[in-house]
């Protein structure tokens, strides 16, 4: 896959990021800015964004929440720590530059977003903030039942607001997230007065965080992310494709 992008850290703006492009002569078709989980953008995340890149022909862009470290160089107690400092409004801000990186050097005035578990619950609020995105896909979003000290914004609320569309993937039994949140976060995507669409995909035994292969040693997760990853990449060419024309 590596000899059909380039992929390269970048700043931008003064933040630490992850671009990936098709290889050389090939312009990008979209763009996809990601979200990381809790380890960065690590081995895993960089390979997320170079199999966007070769499969759907959009570059990618990665934000680095912990300006710098990651988990192939950090041990997670020290990631759990900036975590545990991680404040929204920070967070969307330094998003919206990265946004704006990519319509200004890029010309792509509506990439989409997909994230990770905190990255995913980012990424719907993004979404509801930034109505111009063309997709919007949360990988088992970390939606805790008490709010962390962080959390100015209730991502399942403002879940209702997003106009692009929607890709949720829930592992039935995900620690992190109860039931009843879910649920909350499916109504109210689900009743959106809009013409995008509301994909919602449940895997009943899967657990948290089942996009990261090191937790693959348990079958169920593996599968989860077998039949996950293949739809999510369909739906952001899909939906990069606006006029809705076959690709």
């Known amino acids: 896959m590596t000899d059909q992008v380039e992929s390269r850290f970048i700043e931008v703006d003064g933040l ?7 290889a050389a002569g090939t312009p990008p078709r979209a763009a996809t800015l990601l979200l990381p989980m809790i380890t960065g953008i690590g081995k895993r995340v960089r ?3 170079e199999s966007v890149t070769a499969r759907t022909g959009a570059l990618t ?11 192939d160089d950090t041990e997670f107690a ?4 900036l975590h545990a400092a991680l404040d929204d ?3 969307l801000h330094e998003q919206r530059r990265l946004l704006d990186h990519l319509r200004r050097e890029f010309g792509t005035p509506a990439p989409s977003v997909a994230g990770w578990c905190l990255g995913g ?8 903030r930034t109505p111009e995105l063309s997709a919007v896909v949360a990988f088992h979003p970390t939606l805790p039942l008490e709010p962390e000290p962080g959390h100015s914004i209730d991502a399942i609320d403002a879940a ?9 993937h829930y592992p039935g039994k995900d620690s992190l997230v109860p039931w009843e949140n879910f649920t909350r976060l499916q109504t109210a995507l689900q009743g959106r007065d809009t013409e995008s669409a509301t994909i919602v995909h449940l895997y009943p035994r899967a657990k948290h965080g089942f996009s990261d292969d090191r937790r693959h040693g348990e079958q169920v997760n593996a599968d989860a992310w077998a039949v996950s990853w293949p739809q999510t990449l369909e739906f952001l060419k899909s939906t990069a494709n606006r006029k809705g024309k076959d690709a």
């Open 16 to 22: 630490r990021a992850h671009l990936t492009l098709p």
């Open 47 to 49: 390979e997320f964004g």
């Open 89 to 91: 409004e920070t967070a």
């Open 121 to 128: 619950r980012l990424a719907l609020i993004l979404g509801a």
């Open 61 to 71: 862009l990665a934000w680095d929440p912990w300006h710098g470290k990651c988990s």
């Open 160 to 168: 209702g607001a997003i106009a692009a569309p929607v890709m949720v």
């Open 78 to 81: 020290e990631l759990q720590r």
